[in-house]
């Protein structure tokens, strides 16, 4: 085991994580010294690459007593607003840019704009738009964004987090039921929920076959679990490379395609599994990876903050951010696995 940098509470310990996951094989270098330039957390680090199965982990990683340091600062902290305060009213400027695209939509874009509208849709829903209310486990909840979605729509949600300064704010409000600890340890009885979802969690542990084997205990048997973690085969990884912000050393352990999120269901027991890609949050992501790009490149060393998703681009860059979501779309009907997102469905 060695240490990271940094000192006193930040101090970060690691281990060796030469080989790979699910294949055993040593990995390849596939990003050096990387810092952590969203959250700032001491130390720089390396991922590997299967080059069997391809995926991506740190190498070393944070052993897991001490990985809570990498989220001192983490945006379930701050006072980051909620995606429905930033959708303000437009300005005008914006409104006519709008008309100009939904112009735009009746002629040449039609197919590519149905494609966003539709993948939107599905991904503003995790996918449980045709479901009938039931039930709903969100592991990993924090600030409880989904639970609050959910519980709207009619369903009887309850969360997990490890980190309760995240879910604070719902501990406070006391509607909704909310554990934290490990979910191995949740006082939710087995295979009482008709829905387990997961976004942007999978990434985050050391055990991932662990993790989806636990939540498939929580299922009633038809239940399904709906699982969303960065895509590593994107077409913005390929174009952003070490700026991809998918990546987001140390707190991002591994890194998925469909290929191996179908081989971590499979390996939980699910055997009604299915896997795909959606490009239905390119526009935010790319402007992220942009702006991290930019930051590296800064000579004024103005630091990177994080945008909340849902927060309107610079009137400046609007049009381009719809032509990197009009792309993608067009792109994902020619290469399904190229979107930013892996999405994971698998029925109990």
Known sequence: MRARQGSGSSLMRSQPEPYCYFCGVEGRVRYTDLPDRIFHTPGSWTIKECQTCRLLWL??????????????????????????????????????????????????????????????????????QHHRP???LDVGCG?????????????????????????????????????????ETAPYSQESFDAVIMSHVIEHVHDPIGLVR?????LNPGGVLIAITPNTASSLHRRFGADWLGLD???????????????????????RTRTWTTPARVSHYALECRRLQRARTARDGVPFRLSPYGTEPPFALAPWVFWQQYLASTRAIVDPNAGDECVLRAVK
């Open 249 to 271: 050393p140390p707190r991002h352990l591994r890194l998925f395609n469909t290929r191996t999120l179908q081989y971590v269901a499979e390996q939980a027991g699910f055997r």
């Open 143 to 183: 600030r409880g964004v989904w639970l609050r979605y959910f519980k709207d729509r009619g369903w009887h949600v309850a969360g997990q987090d490890m980190d309760p300064r995240a879910a604070e704010e719902l501990r406070r409000e006391g509607d909704v039921p909310v554990y934290i600890g490990p979910l």
């Open 59 to 128: 190498d070393p990683m944070p052993v897991e007593a001490d990985i809570g340091k990498a989220y001192e600062n983490y945006y379930t902290h701050a006072d980051y607003p909620s995606v429905a305060s930033t959708a303000t009213a437009a300005s005008r400027p914006r409104l006519l840019l709008r008309r100009v695209f939904r112009r735009l939509t009746r002629t040449v874009l039609v197919p590519a704009i149905n494609r966003i509208s539709v993948d939107k849709q599905g991904r503003d829903a995790m996918y449980l």
């Open 214 to 218: 636990t939540s498939g205990g929580f």
């Open 134 to 136: 039931g039930r709903l």
